[in-house]
């Protein structure tokens, strides 16, 4: 049917808004995405070198705490405890509104994207709302980036080398090792994703052996709350890394053949073919054109990555624009899709009790079976609808809609004027009959919002 600026919304972004003109094109969504990032601006979070001076900080009053036994202390360790979990709460709300206000609802449909396929999250206390600093630093500034920068950025990131373990990783013949044999050894947890979910994917041009050589390549990365990413030559394997027929790296240790082996498999054509058909499938269709898929792959391998370049290849291809919209989507896409609905005001969320905050937002992702940036491993979320359209996800979607709107939108909106801005050429008879036929205005928001034409993309 070629471009349509409301299935752009819908597609693309996180759904019509009231408030909020739908983009005039293609190359007007590449020109807003390439623009500043003002929601970043307007609904900070934390970068991940703020939250690990929260770290820090923190483990002193814990370590103080277990020191003394002088309950003062204990307090002090408990309020900070309680006080960043306050926080990450708050995090998801402006998330939330991020998606709710922006002009560019491509930006942070990518920035959700991207930080799947880069799944990462903390394994213990205080790792536990890290997510989102990471997202922060690694993720959104290089949305617009290359593949290979951001690539790079997520290997390399704290919360990355703690999730996969690969900050206890050491060389089988390094000084380390030589001086305390004790120490965990080899891991491969962070080569392995790199190679099977990264970049080349499952099934790629890779054997186990390279999988190890990139493993004893990444000897050497890891970080500390108080400095960041390092790299410790002493806990690098010596020599040099054979990878997929290349060779890396060398006495001394260093960081550049690193980055150099990520850059080599971030510009591989069969990168290139994954990230292709992963974008196409999340964006259009569980089972996307293959015409589309190669287009994307063509433009990924002429541009050496350059993502920029990449969504304009997925943007102009016509089956981007097939119609009808075939993904179902996500909780957390449904949730943020529902605010932008309603305009969701900033100022009323600042006033929202925690106890709401939970039932309009977490609670409900929990028992929808997308719990907040928490997804079960590093493959992410699912992309498949069936994966989301189970009878206790359908039923807590049904509840989510009659109930959360009006926590948090008090002044509803006409129904019939909600089913123009929220669902416009794609409001079916049925949804304008519901909404029409409602008991109450309320109930006239809560079938548009759970209606089957709302739950696609």
């Not at 752009?8 to 500043?36: D, I, N, Q």
């Not at 704290?158 to 999730?163: C, G, K, S």
């Not at 206890?168 to 947890?189: C, F, H, I, M, Y």
């Not at 290139?272 to 269709?285: G, N, P, T, Y």
């Amino acid at each position: 049917m070629g471009f349509s600026a409301q299935l752009a919304e819908m597609r693309f972004g996180y759904g019509m808004s009231p408030v909020v003109a739908p983009p005039a094109s293609p190359e007007a969504m590449l020109t807003a995405l390439a623009a500043p990032d003002e929601m970043a601006t307007r609904f900070p979070i934390d970068s991940f070198g703020q939250f690990s001076a929260w770290v820090v900080e923190t483990r002193k009053l814990r370590k103080a705490f277990q020191k003394t036994k002088d309950q003062e202390k204990r307090e002090a360790y408990r309020a900070a405890r309680r006080a960043q979990n306050e926080v990450g709460m708050e995090w998801a709300m402006r998330a939330m509104l991020r998606c709710t206000h922006t002009q560019c609802g491509f930006r942070e449909r990518l920035v959700a994207f991207w930080a799947d396929h880069f799944t990462a999250k903390g394994k213990i206390g205080l790792l536990r709302t890290a997510t989102a600093p990471y997202i922060e630093d690694a993720i959104r500034p290089n949305v617009t980036a290359t593949f290979g920068d951001m690539l790079s950025a997520v290997v390399t990131h704290p919360l990355m080398l703690h999730f996969l373990d690969q900050n206890r990783s050491t060389g089988p013949n390094s000084k380390a090792v030589k001086r305390n044999d004790r120490l965990d050894g080899l891991n491969e947890n962070l080569a392995r994703e790199v190679m099977e979910l990264h970049t080349l994917g499952v099934g790629g041009p890779y054997s186990q052996d390279d999988v190890r050589q990139l493993a004893e390549l990444f000897t050497g990365l890891t970080f500390g709350f108080d400095g960041g990413f390092q790299f410790r030559r002493g806990f690098a394997e010596p020599g040099a890394e054979q990878i997929m027929g290349k060779s890396y790296g060398g006495d001394p240790a260093r960081l550049g053949p690193v980055l150099e082996a990520l850059h080599d498999l971030a510009v591989h054509p069969v990168t290139a073919r994954h990230i292709a058909s992963k974008l196409a499938v999340h964006f259009v269709s569980d089972t996307p054109d293959e015409s589309l898929v190669a287009h994307v792959t063509e433009r990924y391998v002429a541009s050496g990555g350059d993502l920029m370049a990449v969504y304009g290849a997925l943007l102009e291809h016509p089956a981007a624009w097939d119609t009808p919209r075939a993904n179902v989507k996500p909780p957390v896409d449904f949730i943020a899709s529902g605010w932008r609905a309603l305009a969701v005001d900033p100022d009323h969320v600042a006033q929202l009790r925690r106890r709401d905050m939970r039932r309009t937002l977490v609670n409900p992702l929990r028992d929808m079976g997308q719990p907040w940036q928490d997804p079960n491993g590093p493959d992410g979320w699912p992309e498949q609808d069936e994966a989301w359209i189970t009878p206790q996800g359908v039923a807590m979607r049904l509840r989510w809609a009659v109930s959360a709107p009006q926590v948090l939108c008090p002044d509803l909106p006409e129904p019939m004027g909600f089913v123009a801005s929220t669902l416009g050429d794609f409001a079916d008879e049925h949804v304008q009959f519901a909404a029409r036929a409602a008991e109450s205005q309320s109930d006239a928001i809560g079938m548009v919002l759970a209606a089957p034409a709302f739950q696609r993309r």
